[in-house]
């Protein structure tokens, strides 16, 4: 069974730096790309950056590129989000979200529970 | 970007009865490799988004048979043939035929 597990969410100043990471077990996770997802309070979902399996195509939303940085490290089976900059409109709950193992090729079939950032003073 | 827009944006429903929903996209979804990347969503009240239906019309695993997509090009419909409480939530289409996924502003469905 897939699992997703993000954590390293909370509250941070304005200008401030977060990282996030993503635990992810029951696939293998070296051979598929995953992504991160975020949630503003009350809000739809905004897609925020895509990693390739092995970490050397990325792509970010406009609204962060140059802030935040997508990683991962397939030997410990994790993803990170380092977070840069913060703005007040980043407050958001961050998911992690992964392909399908196996069959049909479903790029975001799993989902994490995804970690708060709240940025404010 | 791919602009998603949803219609409606809300919809009660009476238990037993269908539901609709409409999603249109400002490009073709239809990629070279013959596949439409089109998806749909339910996110409960408190849950992340779970996975109903991929490439248009094809139900992930454990979705219920009520639930069914269709559409092609720019124009895709979810529809739910018999609505229970459990399908209360929002709504949303995606599309991943661009690496950056764009998602449309979300239906709620409510239970009358």
């Known amino acids: 069974e897939v699992q997703l597990v993000e954590s390293g969410g909370g509250l941070v100043q304005p200008g401030g730096s977060l990282r996030l990471s993503c635990a992810a077990s029951?696939?293998?996770?070296?051979?598929?790309?995953m992504n991160w997802v975020r949630q503003a309070p009350g809000k739809g979902l905004e897609w925020v950056s895509y990693i390739s399996s092995s970490g050397s195509t990325i792509y970010y939303a406009d609204s962060v590129k140059g802030r935040f940085t997508i990683s991962r490290d397939n030997a410990k089976n994790s993803l990170y989000l380092q977070m840069n900059s913060l703005r007040a409109e980043d407050t958001a709950v961050y998911y992690c979200?992964?392909?399908?193992?196996?069959?049909?090729?479903?790029?975001?079939?799993?989902w994490g529970q995804g970690t708060l950032v709240t940025v404010s003073s | 970007d791919i602009v998603m827009t949803q219609t409606p944006l809300s919809l009660s429903v009476t238990p037993g009865q269908p539901a609709s929903i409409s999603c249109k996209s400002s490009q073709s979804l239809l990629h070279s490799d013959g596949k439409t990347y089109l998806y749909w969503y339910l996110q409960k009240p408190g849950q992340p988004p779970q996975l109903l239906i991929y490439e248009v019309s094809n139900r992930f695993s454990g979705v219920p048979d009520r639930f069914s997509g269709s559409g092609s090009g720019t124009d895709f419909t979810l529809k739910i043939s018999r609505v229970e409480a459990e399908d209360v939530g929002v709504y949303y289409c995606m599309q991943s035929i661009q690496f950056t996924w764009t998602f449309g502003q979300g239906t709620k469905v409510e239970i009358k």
């Open positions: 029951g696939f293998t996770f070296s051979s598929y790309e």
């Open positions: 979200a992964s392909p399908q193992p196996g069959g049909d090729y479903v790029p975001g079939a799993n």
